[in-house]
């Protein structure tokens, strides 16, 4: 069976020996694939929800006009003999006039009582005008704005006429008079339904809308001229609220046959069962049920309103059939109107229906305002006669020998109908015919169960089965059954309950309303249930208190608090998850919530969250601990300290694997700054005087960058010129560079911002053509600039979108007593505002875009702020400052910082955080602070007068200030612009199809298809290059590629399965098509100028590639969809190794000389300045080393987003070159020192240093670790000594002697060969036995033009090509000799 399995799962069968290869990469994991990497974090669209209805309404008051005239005949209708004669079931002549006129009018009512029994009924018998106005307008008086409705029977009279007129009587029954329904509706007025039950009824629709459309006209002639004598009366009603149901077509006179009731019409609309099963018996097709006679029809047991006896058997299959076949054939705004909004209205419709039918079969065709389309032919009337055949052939032995009733089978098949087309279905289909009768089916405990679970996997299929079925009606039915106590309900009804919340959360409401969260309580709190019901449980939980005050009351009392910090430790991560959420949005600005979280010491129960597996669950708790601490209540020095503690174990995912649980972050850090503003007020403004007194002295003084950009669509040319020294005669001009070839604009990443100051430039870098004389290669170090006076000083013009620009920022870090964040966390007698500060500085410069805008958001606006109110301040006081700045360490007040990396915990009496904080000002006191006015005339500063998002070819402060620039409306601008959209992505969860095959595993679906053609590609690929290297390499210098590359190549990577090539020069990427010899791409890769790209991978390069590019300050970006026709867009960033700010770089420098001597590094690429970052990545267990200029080996678990271990390398240089092999847990590490390090990473951080060789005298190039179960180290020194190592040996096995001054070497994992190049300007290609087979000096028919010095070489994975970066820009691939290959 499991090899059945395998062979499901796996395409290579037969392909023998490639078989196991094949198999290997179906096998292998996928790094960042998951759907938070794949979608953008948001909640789903909201659908408009027309379920609900706006106005339910009720019939209140019927009037029922009856013109009978027993015994008289009208003289426009000639009757045939013999004639229908029943009205209301009753023979007219079977007794006195009168007395017939009187049971009748009784029977009517009766018959309309069955379908509403609270309405005032007034009868109206053979009336005058008189009788019937005073009637009409005393019902309309009584029901307010209620429905009335007007039931007209003319069979004593003559027929409506043209005019729009029905008939009475006068007082003595002499004469008939016209009443004109003209009058009708002005006595009847507006919401009416009326029933018209006579010859030629079609007349008084017509007539009715004319009149109503007159209406119309006269109130708007009324409106534009006051003289109109309309214009002095009330307003007569819109007509547009009647519903009209009338007997036949205008020139239709009703059916005669004796067989049928005179009055057919109000028989089918009162009483359409009778009526039906008398139809029925007098089909040709009733012979087939032998014995049922009309008179047996009349004693059919049971009664209408008891489901369980065939008579209410027959009325609910009849209720269930006319609804199904109303939504079927209505459109859906009809449907709700008609059958869904008032009761009565809907049960007369649903007989209309039937009286469609009936009377159809004698030429007549009932007509309704508003029109229906026909539905007398539907399928569904053939279901309800075969339950009539089915019920009626029971009949006479039920009544003669008293047989028990069989129930009928019709809704079991109903169900079965709507289980087919669940299951056979496509995924492009009409909705299901049976849905109302599923919801009639929910009434019934006999299939009860089975209509939930169908119902559930209908809601499963996406928010569009949701809105269809909320617009059949499910709601109610649905909440009724939460009053139930059966418990194998209960998986059934949190599921459905789960589809709906997750669709329409606007039901909150009702839930709480009707109790039913105590039922989702009980769930949550039942252990027995499975995880996955309690997830459902609990994410109902968290939309009822979301925003939603009476529902965090109620889930407050009902104990939410107490069950949801039970399950905090579940082995389930989704319920986990849910559970912080639910925290989170219970207390979310709920005091009392929160209080009763700080009893059950709520917070500390989250911590343990804040190191869990998987992202999303760090996020929920990130998320629950930040509305923890963000309730806007009182303060007390306890609450204070609980903030404190708080916020410091949230400052310790500040190098959080995943962007997602740091974007989290920043909200939940922006929260407390919202609590205490003032207090970071002060910190931003220590931090802005501390930046501006604080100059790093730039390389030589070109300090200047222009920068020439011209918008390719208007041509626009901007300039942007900044310099350290605004005089203008200061700047430098542009180096000449190679032509620059236009960037790929690039989704996710819209602040390039190490391109310049000004954030809002970047978001126009998107379709800007890079100008021919300038370009990124204008950024190259002799013309760094660290920080440019406009960027320092507030008051520039230059950040029009913000105050403290991203140079400030990254100043700030960078100068900021505590640049390395090791220090930061941690440290006592700082004030743990400075701290958070720090930390959002940290979060500014985030590698990943969406984290960095938030950060410098919540930064911008304490600093907009606390300018703004020091600037009066200022003028009055120069002292103020110092005062307000936090105290300074006393001796009692520090804390000597334990070994443990755990902040210090402060208790309530007395402790360095409460002592030395400056305390928030009380809230009553706001004077403390000076009001901010506009008009402060000189003491503003300029930049204030520029809105905050002006356009960037704005010209300047001509429109006045945005509302949000005022203080007042400021601090709701940080709390509410902050959101992640974590909880309605999460909550999308729920919407979409849990029970589906998810694509990838549907052998069918067009994911698979293409995995499949990948995965045999890549055996292609290994088999044919595996051929070739095994035949030898004699020659490894034909060129077979070679182009100008637009910036100077540092790294080069081969796909190792298609014909692309990655090239990256300082902070771009060039990818070029080797075989066609095209460039694909070229996009901006986003680190900051300072920075430059010193190692690429690709990740899943079996599969769907991502390439992973790290950066010498430690960032690591993962990009997708390049080099193809899409844009590129980065999937994530993080930062891989946080002690590598540059400023800590290579020795303990003091950060003023290690400006210099980075761009040292830069110019003459002299391997003295450090490695930057080295990584190595391995599929099979998703892990990713990294290291460089550090003293640990930090292993990243792509999976878990987070760090899963620090290997110390225990030397004092960098790390230069990395090599792992998964089989054996094993890791090379090459050092700056020479030496070559070994460690098994499955020991203590104190003995994993297996070995170390310290035969290399100089900087490790590169050091391999051989992947074959015995592989050898390789590894070799910039002297060019190439050594092998037996891991279990402590000396080498082998040296051989290669070229002097090695810039950059590869060693080819299948062939056995070594490529060096050198500064030299040549490569040369060895064997294993260390002979030269190759030495290429000169480019190919370039008129042989000499290479230039070797910045940077590779191998391709498999096939005999090497890859050759030079110092000229140009980029060539080799090749071994033709007639190999």
């Known amino acids: ?349 649903r007989n209309f229906l039937l009286a469609e039918r009936i009377m159809r079969s004698y030429n007549c065709t009932p007509v309704s305002s508003p029109r229906l389309p026909p539905t007398y032919m539907h399928a569904m009337w053939q279901a309800w006669d075969l339950a009539v055949d089915i019920c009626l052939s029971q009949l006479p032995t039920i009544i003669e020998e008293g047989t028990a009733f069989r129930h009928s089978p019709f809704f079991a098949e109903q169900l079965t109908a709507f289980q087919v087309w669940l299951t056979m279905g496509v995924e492009n289909r009409n909705p299901p015919e049976q849905l109302p009768i599923v919801l009639q089916v929910l009434l019934s405990q006999v299939h009860r169960l089975r209509a939930l679970d169908l119902l559930g996997r209908f809601l499963d299929l996406g928010p569009w089965a949701v809105s269809l079925a909320l617009s059949v009606g499910i709601f109610p039915y649905v909440l009724k059954l939460l009053q139930s106590s059966a418990r194998e309900l209960r998986p059934l009804l949190v599921f459905i309950w789960a589809k709906i919340l997750a669709v329409d959360s606007s039901c909150q409401a009702d839930l709480v309303k009707d109790n039913g969260h105590k039922y989702f309580l009980s769930v949550l709190a039942d252990s027995y249930m499975p995880a996955e019901h309690r997830t459902m449980a609990v994410f109902i939980l968290a939309v009822i208190v979301n925003s939603y005050n009476t529902g965090q009351e109620a889930c407050l009392q009902g104990n939410l608090i107490a069950n949801c910090l039970e399950q905090l430790s579940d082995p389930h991560p989704l319920l986990r998850q849910w559970v912080a959420i639910c925290l989170g949005r219970i207390w979310q600005n709920f005091d009392p919530a929160r209080w009763c979280g700080v009893r059950d010491s709520a917070h500390e129960k989250l911590y343990t969250l804040l190191s869990d597996p998987i992202p999303e669950v760090r996020c929920a708790a990130v998320f629950a601990l930040g509305t923890f601490v963000g309730n806007s209540a009182e303060r007390t020095d306890h609450s204070t300290t609980i903030d404190h503690n708080v916020a410091m174990m949230l400052a310790q995912l500040i190098n959080d694997g995943s962007p997602v649980v740091r974007k989290e972050l920043v909200v939940a850090l922006s929260h407390l700054v919202v609590q205490y503003e003032s207090n970071f007020c002060t910190v931003a403004l220590q931090f802005i005087e501390e930046e501006k007194n604080y100059t790093v002295p730039s390389p030589a003084s070109t300090a200047g960058i222009r920068l020439n950009l011209r918008r390719s669509s208007k041509d626009l040319k901007l300039e942007l010129n900044f310099s350290a020294n605004t005089e ?434 830069y110019l003459d690429r002299s391997k003295q300045g450090g490695a930057g970052m080295v990584v190595d990545w391995e599929q099979e267990t998703g892990l990713l080393m990294t290291s460089g200029d550090v003293r640990v080996i930090r292993i990243w678990d792509t999976d878990r987003e987070m760090k899963v271990q620090d290997i110390p390398t225990g030397a004092d240089s960098c790390v230069t070159s990395l090599s792992c092999d998964s089989q054996r847990s094993l890791i090379a590490a090459g050092l700056g020192d020479g030496s070559v390090r070994v460690f098994d990473r499955r020991m203590g951080p104190n003995e994993c240093r297996v070995m170390t060789y310290r035969e290399h005298g100089a900087w490790v190039v590169k050091a391999h670790l051989q992947k074959e179960t015995d592989g050898l180290i390789i590894s070799v020194s910039v002297n060019g000594d190439v050594r092998f190592f037996e891991p279990r040996t402590p000396d080498s096995i082998n040296v051989l002697q290669t070229v002097k001054g090695l810039t950059a070497l590869d060693i080819h994992p299948q062939a056995n060969l070594f490529a060096c190049g050198s500064m030299n300007q040549f490569i040369a290609v060895y064997n294993a036995n260390g002979d030269v087979i190759s030495n290429i000096k000169y480019y190919d028919g370039f008129m042989g033009q000499r290479i230039g010095a070797i910045s940077c070489l590779a191998f391709h994975p498999y096939w005999p090509h090497l890859a050759v970066g030079s110092n000229d820009y140009y980029m060539s691939i080799y090749s071994a000799e033709k007639r190999l290959r």
Not at 232 to 249: F, G, H, T, Y
Request: charged fraction near 20%; glycine fraction near 4%; aromatic fraction near 8%.
């Open 728 to 1161: 203008p005669g200061n700047l430098t001009p542009v180096r000449d560079s190679p032509a620059i070839p236009r960037l790929r604009s690039v989704n996710s990443y819209t602040n390039i911002r190490a391109a310049t100051t000004t954030r809002n430039l970047n978001k126009s870098l998107q379709n800007l053509n890079l100008n021919e004389e300038g370009g990124p290669a204008a950024f190259s170090p002799g013309n760094l600039s660290t920080s440019s006076s406009a960027s320092s000083t507030l008051g520039s013009p230059d950040n029009d979108e913000y105050i403290l620009s991203f140079e400030t920022i990254d100043k700030m870090r960078r100068v900021s007593s505590y640049s390395s964040l090791n220090s930061l966390i941690g440290v006592s007698f700082n004030s743990v505002y400075t701290q958070i500060w720090r930390v959002l500085l940290h979060l500014a410069a985030d590698p990943f875009p969406e984290v960095s805008d938030l950060a410098m958001k919540v930064l911008n606006s304490i600093a907009y702020k606390a300018t703004m109110n020091a600037r009066p301040q200022r003028i009055l006081d120069s002292g103020s400052l110092t005062q307000s700045a936090p105290a300074s360490p006393t001796s009692k007040g520090t804390h000597i910082h334990q070994a443990g990396g755990s902040p210090p915990m402060p208790s309530t009496s007395s402790s360095s955080l409460t002592n030395d904080v400056p305390k928030p000002p009380a809230r009553e006191q706001p004077a403390t602070r000076p009001p901010y006015t506009p008009t402060l005339g000189g003491q503003a500063p300029h930049s204030h007068q520029f809105p905050r998002t002006r356009k960037m070819f704005d010209k300047g402060p001509e429109q006045a200030a945005e509302d949000g620039d005022e203080p007042g409306g400021h601090r709701n601008y940080i709390s509410l612009a902050l959101q992640t959209g974590l909880c309605d992505w999460s909550a999308k969860y729920f919407a979409q199809p849990v029970m589906k095959i998810p694509e990838e595993h549907d052998l069918e679906s067009q994911v698979r298809m293409e995995r499949q053609w990948r995965f045999l590609r890549n055996t292609r690929v290994r088999r044919q290059s595996r051929s070739i290297t095994q035949r030898g390499i004699s020659r490894l210098d034909d060129q077979i590629f070679i182009n100008r590359n637009p910036g100077v190549p540092s790294v080069v990577k081969f796909h190792p399965f298609n014909t692309c090539i990655a090239v990256a020069d300082k902070d771009s990427i060039c990818f070029w098509d080797w075989e066609k010899g095209e460039r694909l791409d070229y996009f901006y890769n986003g680190n900051p100028r300072y920075t430059r790209i010193t190692a690429m991978e690709y990740l899943n390069g079996h599969d769907c590639s991502l390439l992973l590019t790290a950066t010498d300050d430690g960032a690591l970006r993962i990009w997708k969809n390049f080099a193809d026709q899409k844009n590129p867009e980065m999937v994530t960033a993080w930062q891989g190794l946080s002690d590598m700010l540059p400023t800590t770089r290579g020795q303990a420098t003091t950060s003023t000389h290690s400006l210099a001597r980075r761009v040292s590094i």
């Open 1 to 349: 069976m499991k090899m059945e399995s395998d062979l499901l799962h796996s395409p290579a069968v037969g392909l023998a020996e490639e078989e196991e290869a094949d198999m290997n990469d179906w096998k292998l994991p996928l790094a960042f694939m998951k759907k938070r990497h794949l979608e953008k974090i948001e909640g789903s669209k909201a659908l408009a929800q027309s379920w609900r209805m706006k106005d339910r309404m009720k019939t209140v008051s019927v009037a029922l006009v009856l013109c009978l005239n027993v015994g008289v005949d009208p003289p426009d209708v000639v009757k045939t003999s013999p004639c229908a004669r029943l009205e209301c079931w009753i023979d007219p002549l079977s007794m006195s006039p009168q007395k017939a006129l009187e049971t009748i009018g009784a029977n009517l009512q009766k018959q309309y009582e069955n379908w509403q029994p609270r309405a005032r009924y007034k009868q109206s018998l053979d009336p005058t005008v008189d009788e019937v106005k005073k009637l009409c307008t005393s019902l309309r008086r009584n029901a307010k704005e209620e429905r009335v409705l007007f039931h007209y029977n003319g069979h004593g009279v003559p027929r409506p006429t043209v005019n729009g007129e029905i008939w009475v009587f006068n007082k003595n029954y002499t004469q008939y008079i016209p009443l004109s329904i003209y009058d009708l509706q002005t006595w009847m007025g507006s919401p009416s339904i009326f029933v018209y039950d006579c010859s030629n009824a079609g007349i008084i629709v017509k007539s009715f809308k004319q009149f109503a459309l007159q209406r119309e006209q006269e109130l708007e002639v009324a409106a534009i001229n006051p003289s109109h004598p309309l214009a002095q009366m009330p307003l007569p009603p819109s007509m547009k609220n009647c519903i009209q149901l009338a007997a036949c077509e205008a020139s239709e006179l009703l059916p005669m046959n004796p067989d049928l009731p005179a009055d057919l019409f109000t028989s089918c609309l009162t009483t359409p069962i009778k009526i039906a099963l008398r139809w029925f018996c007098m089909q040709k097709s009733a012979k087939l049920v032998p014995g049922v006679t009309l008179d047996l029809i009349e004693k059919i047991p049971g009664r209408l309103n008891d489901r369980r006896t065939p008579l209410g058997e027959l009325n609910w299959i009849f209720t269930a059939i006319t609804d199904t076949i109303a939504w079927n054939v209505l459109p859906r705004d009809l449907f709700q109107k008609l059958f869904r909004q008032d009761l009565l209205v809907a049960s007369l419709f």
